[in-house]
């Protein structure tokens, strides 16, 4: 009994000082949530990014950052976990909404956000779609994007230049194979397209004629030795890269979705013994993929600016929050195209394009 | 009294009867019994018959460059799956194995190409990390008691973000590490095939875990404390130790698969071996190791990441979408599951 009577002394105690912990925590929240909003007077923006584990979202922050710094505005980020958490970017909405932001930069991580961009353009946010244009597009009030069709038909137009009437036997390292994504087909159909190959169905991999001929430059043959994924990755493209070499040893043109990629891919070709002869290409300009082609490992690629969305993006939200001036789609497209540029050491007549070294001067860091 | 056959109308037959029947020997049985014994015949089977089938479709599938292709191709996930089948064992289960294999070699990326730090050394503390990780799940599972599933489900987050604390996002290139790191992608020439070292050296892990956990003591009491801990306990097995040293050693063997990882991509990234967890489960399952402990051979693990690599590989150069890649993987596990739920059954 004299036991009962301590354990109960002993809970009230526990109970008294868990109410007072809580009380005071909802006091300090209560004094640091009234002490940001005196500051109302600022444009409250939200950087969401898929993830802060891929440099090129980093780039983006970074530059966001600044882009505030400069213009006086309150910039919240947030990221997901992983590419592909869409969970996390929900509840960073839902933040932005309950902070009274003017506008969000969002990099969705998939469809599952847009029922939560609805909520926020209807609470009066304005919200910015960056590097992919959501499906549809007009979930967002705009995208500012990197027309990524027209950056694998620059490397396109390049890759049948350089072969000069030879036959192309082409290998296309891909994102995936599960999941329909628009950069990956963009890219894949827009390197086509670039080279001359007629591509029927251009919101899909894989839908072109295995053989036939292309019309870029001189014109030529071709032929498709197939699709393979690499998830993006250096082991991936290396094991994408292998399937392709071990179905046709003769590729002389191979197409990779990004750098890391396409590094892969050429390890692949190393262990084989084909490094000469055979054009590399890929897309997305990063400091480290600039360097492959100073290095010799890519023959080209095209450069795209992640830093221009975010500040072109952010000054497009303090324009509309003092001017009520809302931003335009560039001319032909469904979005706002921030642009991409070829970066090569080889370059070829007609096609403009920038070298490694001025290149490595605008990339974004990774 | 001389024994004299009961007629068969009476109730003693009969039950004799019923219980000859249920008991009876058929082909059934004992192909069931014998898989009991030796849990790695149907992944050897299968492998030997898919082998052949993606020969006869595609002759370039049997060239002998593809063949040690698809070696390298499995390498690293055959490494890690050793770790993951001394863990399935103990029934238990690793999630967070493609994280510390991946942070063992981000650090050992980093420490090397912007430190300097000669090639051994870097080694070394890869190892110092495989092993201090696995040292965090061992503890967590042993003196906290918490289930290996949520234990390594949790530490893989923090695997995840120490990579990137390390790494900030950036990929180490081959050329900026000493050659020491990226040596396990060197080849060398064997009867006009060439094959890397990384090969070599995973085929000498499984050699070396098949006979520690046949012959030495510590194998066996990894089998009896998967099979029945309470029991293993009362034997005298001190299971929270061994268990410790379970995870520890995995950690090892992950340091181990990153080395060869980076001679693999000739890099240290932070994206590599994205569903190297998942692989690596799938790969124990379909080599016939139970779920759920005390059972399984380490062979079986190796027969079945080659069979997942021949599958991708051969379905690839039959001209088949790569979705049905996926899908036979995923026929695959639960095929074996299925073999091994009904091999359980075995009565004596």
Known sequence: MLNHTATHGRVKRVIAACSVAVVATLGMAACSSSGSSGSNDKVGVALIVKTTSNPYFVSMETAAKAAAATAGVNLTLAAGTKDGDTDTQITAIENSISRGDKGILITPNGPAVNNEIAKARKAGLYVIALDTPPDPANTVDITFATDNFAAGEAIGKWTAAKLDGKKAVI???DLSATQSISVDYDRDTGFLTGMGIKVPDKKKNGSEAP?????????????????????????????????????NSNINVVYAINEPAAYGAYQALKA?????????VA???????VGYVKDGILGATSQQYPSKMATLGMAAIVKLAKTGKKATTSTGLNFFNTGSQLIT????TGLPSIDTTAGSKICWKN | MSQQSTPASTPTAQLDLAEEFIRRTTPMSVIRGTLHRYPAISPAVVLLVAVIVFGVINGRFLAPANLSLITQQVAVVGTIGVAQTLIILTAGIDLSVGAIMVFASMVMGQVAAVHGVPGWIALGLGLVVGLAAGALNGVLVTRFRLPPFIVT????????ALTLLVSNGSTIQGNQMPALLTWTGDTFRVLGVDITYGVVMMVVLYVIFALILSKTAWGRHVYAVGDDVEAA????I???????SVYVTAGAILALGAWIQIGRSFAASPNAAIDINLDSITAVVIGGTSLFGGRGNIWGTLLGALIVGVFRNGLALAGLDVLFQTLAVGILVIVAVGIDQWIRRVRK
Not at chain 1, 272 to 280: D, E, F, H, M, Q
Not at chain 1, 345 to 348: E, W
């Open chain 2, 238 to 244: 001190r299971v929270n130790r061994l268990l410790l």
């Open chain 1, 171 to 173: 290998a296309m390292v």
């Open chain 1, 345 to 348: 050491d080889q370059a070829v």
């Open chain 2, 153 to 160: 489900l949790g530490t893989l987050s923090i695997f995840v």
């Open chain 1, 283 to 289: 897309i997305d300009g990063g400091c480290t993929g």
């Open chain 2, 233 to 236: 306990r009362l034997t005298g």
């Open chain 1, 211 to 247: 053989t036939g001929s292309y019309t870029g430059a001189t014109g030529g043959n071709y032929e498709i030795v197939g699709h393979q994924p690499s998830g993006g990755a250096e082991d991936g493209g290396r094991t994408a890269m292998e399937t392709l070499l071990s179905k």
């Open chain 1, 272 to 280: 084989a013994g084909k490094t000469s002869g055979v054009l590399l």
